[in-house]
T-cell receptor, first 114, second 110 residues
Framework: AQSVTQLGSHVSVSEGALVLLRCNYS??????LFWYVQYPNQGLQLLLK??????LVKGINGFEAEFKKSETSFHLTKPSAHMSDAAEYFCAVNSGAAGNKLTFGGGTRVLVKP | NAGVTQTPKFQVLKTGQSMTLQCAQDMNHNSMYWYRQDPGMGLRLIYYSASEGTTDKGEVPNGYNVSRLNKREFSLRLESAAPSQTSVYFC?????????FGSGTRLTVV
């Protein structure tokens, strides 16, 4: 079975400050890992994904995430927050089981203070 | 534009009523999924279809049925709606590790 834990349901950052969203997963096999962003009243947009290869993955809007197998983590970071980063962020894992199902974490809502 | 199309976008039902949420994709993906989104719980899988002609239960299937009508279409049916089914529903399709989500259906059961 696969599962995802996102630490902190709400995160508040100042504009220009580091954004760090934590994600830990459990999977019996090497996983595919994803970060999605959801703006208010919209669908999910892919920020970045890890499948194989380089463990530091760069995504859209200046976000990046690092796959750390030893820590079973896939934390999302952005060096300098922008007001437009206010949204909800979801970490997800696919361990390649039948149907290639995505399992999501509970989400982290980011508030950016001016 | 290629993608996943969900209808309707909004729906209000009375307890006990039935309805079908429609989903269609035009990317020739084999796998399709229905998720529901509730505050603090992320997205939870209701049903999925790994390929045309197959469907399987996900994490929260009770109260729902699905039909994989053909490779493009995957519908979700609520036979007797309950207030606990008030949620935002997302359809998705996937192929080789890439997933595309629809824009969602906001369902309220009163």
């Amino acid at each position: 079975a696969q599962s995802v834990t996102q630490l902190g349901s709400h995160v508040s950052v100042s504009e220009g400050a580091l954004v760090l969203l934590r994600c830990n997963y459990s999977s019996s096999v090497p996983p595919y890992l994803f970060w999605y962003v959801q703006y208010p009243n919209q669908g999910l947009q892919l920020l970045l994904k890890y499948t194989t290869g380089a463990t530091l993955v760069k995504g859209i809007n200046g976000f990046e995430a690092e796959f750390k197998k030893s820590e079973t983590s896939f934390h999302l970071t952005k060096p300098s927050a922008h007001m437009s980063d206010a949204a909800e962020y979801f970490c997800a894992v696919n361990s390649g089981a039948a149907g290639n199902k995505l399992t999501f974490g509970g989400g982290t809502r980011v508030l950016v203070k001016p | 534009n290629a993608g996943v199309t969900q209808t309707p976008k909004f729906q209000v039902l009375k307890t006990g009523q039935s309805m079908t949420l429609q989903c269609a994709q035009d990317m020739n993906h084999n796998s399709m999924y229905w998720y529901r989104q509730d505050p603090g719980m992320g997205l939870r899988l209701i049903y999925y279809s790994a390929s045309e002609g197959t469907t399987d239960k996900g994490e929260v299937p009770n109260g729902y049925n699905v039909s994989r009508l053909n490779k493009r279409e995957f519908s979700l049916r609520l036979e007797s709606a309950a207030p606990s089914q008030t949620s935002v529903y997302f359809c998705a399709s996937s192929e080789q590790g890439g997933y595309t989500f629809g824009s969602g259906t906001r369902l309220t059961v009163v």
